[in-house]
C-alpha cells in the first residue's frame, strides 16, 4: 500500500521537504498512473511526493522552498495550502 496516495497531508513548513528518489516510484502517488514517456514525474515541493502532471496542476508558496515565488505542489498539498490561509 502507497503511503502518500490520497490522503498524504503536510502542512507547509520553513524547511524544504526530502524528496522521493524518481527511481522509487514507477506510478504517480495520488493516483496512480503509471510513469511513461508521456506521462511524466513532478515532485510536489512541499511534501516530495513524485506524481503526475494531473496531479500536480497546482502551484503556491512553500516557505522552505521560496517564501516570494510560487512553486509547484500537489493537488492535496494545493488544497491543504489553501484551506489554511483562506482560514488566516
Known amino acids: 500500500m502507497n503511503p502518500l496516495k490520497g490522503g498524504h497531508k503536510k502542512l507547509p513548513s520553513e524547511t524544504a521537504p526530502v524528496w522521493i528518489p524518481d527511481e522509487a516510484a514507477s506510478r504517480c502517488m495520488r493516483c496512480d498512473a503509471e510513469f511513461s514517456l508521456l506521462v511524466r514525474k513532478h515532485h510536489c515541493r512541499n511534501c516530495g511526493a513524485v506524481v503526475c502532471k494531473s ?12 517564501k516570494q515565488k ?16 483562506n482560514k488566516n
Open 70 to 85: 510560487e512553486v509547484r505542489v500537489c493537488n492535496v498539498c494545493k488544497k491543504i495550502i489553501q484551506q489554511i490561509r
Open 55 to 66: 496531479c500536480s496542476g497546482g502551484t503556491a508558496i512553500v516557505p522552505g522552498v521560496d
